[in-house]
C-alpha cells in the first residue's frame, strides 16, 4: 500500500492504492500502527482511522488529534521557552532531499520555524538521497552521532562514567 498525505491548496487529502480484499501487505499493517500509536480511540477502545481505507477520506478531527498532539514542530514552537535551554546543542535533524515517505518537506518547515526561534539545531538535507541513502551523510551518521553523544557525555561530569575509553 503507498500513502501520501499532502496539503493541497488548503484541503488535506490522503491518496491510497489498496491491496485486494482479504490481504494486508506490510504497508497496510505499518499505518494500521500508526493509527494504532497515534489515534484517539473510539468508544469501543480500537483506535479511530486517519482516513478512510476504501474512500481515501481524510477524517479531520483525528488529523487535528495527531497535529496537537504529535507534531514535533508544532510542540517545540509552543514550549520552546521551555524546551530552548534543555535541547541546546542537541537537536540534529538529516533527511533525504528526495526522501522516500516525503520528510523532507517537514524537515524543511521544522528548520524554518526553529531558525524564527533562534535554535542552534543542526539540520543537513542530503541532496539526491532517499530514506535508507542518508546513513552516508556526514561521514557517516551512526558514527556521527555516537561521536556527538560521547562529547556530551565526557562534557558533563554527573555522565561522564557512561563513556568507554
Do not use: N
Not at 56 to 75: F, L, N
Not at 143 to 160: F, H, K, N, Q, V
Amino acid at each position: 500500500m503507498t500513502t501520501l498525505r499532502a496539503l493541497v491548496s488548503g484541503s488535506l487529502v490522503c491518496y491510497a492504492v489498496l491491496p485486494p480484499p482479504g490481504r494486508k501487505p506490510w504497508g497496510v499493517r505499518q499505518i494500521d500502527t500508526y493509527d494504532e500509536v497515534f489515534s484517539p480511540r473510539r468508544l469501543d477502545g480500537t483506535p479511530a482511522p486517519l482516513f478512510d481505507r476504501t474512500t481515501g477520506v481524510i477524517d479531520s478531527a483525528v488529523a487535528d488529534y495527531w497535529e496537537e498532539h504529535y507534531d514535533i514542530t508544532r510542540v517545540l514552537e509552543k514550549r520552546w521557552s521551555v524546551l530552548a535551554p534543555k535541547l541546546r546543542g542537541k537537536l540534529h535533524v538529516f533527511v533525504g532531499a528526495e526522501d522516500t515517505f516525503h520528510l523532507e518537506g517537514s524537515v524543511k518547515l521544522m528548520k524554518a520555524a526553529l531558525t524564527r526561534l533562534d535554535s542552534d539545531a543542526e539540520f543537513g538535507i542530503m541532496p539526491g538521497a532517499d530514506h535508507w541513502q542518508i546513513f552516508d551523510y556526514h561521514g557517516g551518521l551512526i558514527r556521527y552521532a555516537i561521536g556527538e553523544m560521547t562529547l556530551r557525555l565526557a562534557a558533563d561530569p554527573s555522565l561522564s562514567r557512561y563513556v568507554t575509553k
